[in-house]
């Protein structure tokens, strides 16, 4: 099968996973996941392809599952790009319902680092997450990175005026507004 018509399965089997979500068919969106990962796919293709099992698993209760399975799609995932940061984004939302806090922490900081390296997407939703974690523990070297993530943020979005980095919240806010904006 080519890439292109892998591509267009692909397609239709979210589609299909989606609508099957909506009706609270969890058996049959596992069974056509299942079914797609037995082909031949690249490790990006599968990374997402196991991402989506992993939802399936959060929406069925499996939260344990549902996080071996993020970790599995993490460690086939590209560094730096889009798909990591939002699988990291994931992970620290799983490990929060979990209550695994410290772990969350872990996973929304190491968002921010993908976020720093990544070239077109902007890191304002783990900036939030871990903000909101971390509270008035906010370390020196938090605040190196947070401003870091502002800058690259500010860029990737085309943000004319400067940010204002000694307004970390503030700059979070500005940068969630922005993302919700199309582009």
């Known amino acids: 099968m080519s890439k292109g018509s892998i591509r267009v399965a692909w397609l239709n089997l979210q589609r299909n996973v989606v609508s099957a979500w909506q009706r609270r068919d969890y058996e049959q969106s596992l069974s056509e996941i299942e079914s797609f990962l037995s082909r031949r796919l690249s490790m990006g293709m599968k990374s997402e ?20 399975d993020l970790l599995r799609a993490h460690s086939l995932s590209k560094k730096s790009s889009y798909g990591r940061y939002t699988l990291e984004l994931s992970l620290g939302g799983l490990c929060e319902k979990l209550e695994e806090i410290r772990e969350a922490t872990q996973w929304y900081r190491t968002a921010l680092e993908t976020s720093v390296a990544g070239r077109s997407y902007s890191g304002g939703a783990a900036l939030r997450s871990y903000m909101r974690l971390v509270g008035a523990n906010f ?30 919240s503030k700059a979070g806010e500005i940068l969630k507004e922005a993302e919700r904006r199309p582009r």
């Open 49 to 68: 392809v196991i991402a989506y099992r992993s939802h399936t698993k959060e929406l069925m209760g499996l939260l344990e599952d549902s996080k071996k």
């Open 139 to 168: 370390s020196e070297a938090d605040r190196v990175l947070a401003r870091r993530v502002v800058r690259r943020s500010w860029k990737n979005l085309g943000l004319r005026e400067s940010p204002e980095l000694d307004d970390l």
